[in-house]
């Protein structure tokens, strides 16, 4: 799977919009883009994917640039409750097969009052 | 959440005793993993099922084995605990062509 990397700490503003952005430029062409959070030390919380086009669901947006070799994800009114580290995995999207994430370091974000 | 329930949530043990962390699911789903995560690591795929006695080895298997004898449950287990294995085990799930979702978790502490 191909690596990815990110910012390892930012910082927003409450209620502004938290951008993290994440670098994948060995991705292949079945891979996806995964986001996924870790609160304190609960378990991971998955917010978004996508392959190539941009993707928005209740949590989060994620926008993936053209050649796919980048992404962001996009908190649109960061709360206090978004502080988390915020982990970008890219990983096999093969039908039917069991996907191996690979978590890095992440990003901390902290959401600052 | 999600329909997983990790059980025991918080362990202690002493070196050299077995230990059976279990992955229990509601969710029907085909897919079940252990990951453990270190301080300093992310979290590292131990090994993981996609059916019933159907499993495989992730990354970090050594001294761990596992079974999957019906849908719902996943066990891990360590056949003589170590020090170095004193981590928080995370089990998670997935359906066919769905993302995983996690459990909150076992703390162990092997002394």
């Known amino acids: 799977d191909a690596k990815t990397t990110q910012p390892t700490s930012m910082d927003c503003a409450e209620g502004r919009a938290a951008n993290l952005p994440c670098n994948h430029s060995?991705?292949?062409?079945?891979?996806?883009v995964y986001w996924y959070r870790q609160i304190h030390s609960q378990g991971p919380q998955y917010i978004i994917h996508g392959l190539k086009n941009n993707e928005t669901n209740e949590m989060a947006s994620l926008i993936i640039t053209e050649d796919r070799k980048s992404s962001t994800l996009i908190l649109p009114h960061a709360t206090l409750r978004d502080t988390a580290v915020y982990y970008c995995?890219?990983?096999?999207?093969?039908?039917?097969?069991?996907?191996?994430?690979?978590f890095g370091s992440g990003t901390q974000l902290t959401v600052l009052p | 959440d999600a329909g997983i329930t990790q059980s025991p949530r918080h362990k202690v043990t002493e070196t050299g005793t077995p230990v059976t962390l279990r992955c229990h699911q509601t969710?029907?789903?085909?897919?079940m993993y252990w990951y453990r995560q270190d301080p300093g690591h992310g979290l590292r795929l131990i090994h993981y099922?996609?059916?019933?006695?159907?499993?495989d080895k992730g990354e970090v298997s050594d001294g761990y084995s596992v079974s999957r004898s019906k849908t719902e449950d996943f066990l891990l287990t360590l056949e003589s605990a170590t020090s170095s294995q004193t981590s928080v085990y995370f089990c998670a799930i997935a359906g066919v062509n769905q993302p995983q979702h996690f459990g909150d978790g076992t703390r162990l502490s092997i002394l």
């Open positions: 060995t991705i292949s062409g079945n891979e996806y």
């Open positions: 995995i890219v990983a096999n999207g093969g039908s039917g097969s069991a996907r191996q994430l690979t």
């Open positions: 969710e029907n789903h085909r897919y």
């Open positions: 099922s996609y059916g019933v006695k159907d499993t």
